[in-house]
């Protein structure tokens, strides 16, 4: 089976491009082996066509990219959160959630750990604040 990516991947630190799951009733089961052919479009073996995959790879960011510092002199006051996430709802399946945070001011008490056995964490707390005209704190939106 062969999928088109929407980016062009390149090779991660490890020189992986692309990594395939296979995906049954919203929960990923399996890793399946995953070759680029050409830009795009991978050629992934052990795939039958029309089954569910996810595919994780990296790519090169546009000029429209943000980076933002976090810097000891000039800490931010407020910002708009937004983050993409999976819940698993009673039914045992993965759900892709959003949730949007209109206003947050991140608190200096934070720590970012990173360890070559283990996930990289960063953990922070945000006081949430209620955006002005609209009395919202925040929103939680399943999107599909």
């Given at each position: ?6 980016e ?8 992986n491009?692309?990594s395939?799951?296979?995906v ?9 082996t ?10 992934v073996?052990?795939?039958?066509e029309?089954q ?5 790879y990296?790519y ?17 006051a ?15 399946k993965?759900?892709?959630?959003q949730?949007?945070?209109?206003q ?14 283990n ?6 707390n945000l ?18």
């Amino acid at each position: 089976m062969e999928i088109t990516l929407k980016e062009t991947p390149v090779a991660d630190s490890k020189g992986n491009k692309v990594s395939v799951f296979a995906v049954e009733n919203g929960i990923i089961t399996e890793e399946l082996t995953a070759t680029i052919t050409t830009g795009k479009v991978a050629k992934v073996t052990g795939a039958t066509e029309g089954q569910t995959v996810m595919a994780f790879y990296e790519y090169e960011v546009s000029d429209g990219a943000t980076k933002v510092t976090f810097s000891g002199d000039k800490f931010p006051a407020t910002y708009r959160v937004v983050g993409d996430t999976y819940a698993r709802g009673r039914d045992g399946k993965d759900h892709k959630m959003q949730f949007v945070i209109p206003q947050a001011k991140l608190q200096s008490s934070f720590s970012l750990t990173m360890d070559v056995e283990n996930v990289a964490v960063f953990d922070f707390n945000l006081e949430v604040l209620v955006e002005a005209g609209t009395n919202k704190l925040y929103d939680i939106i399943r999107l599909g």
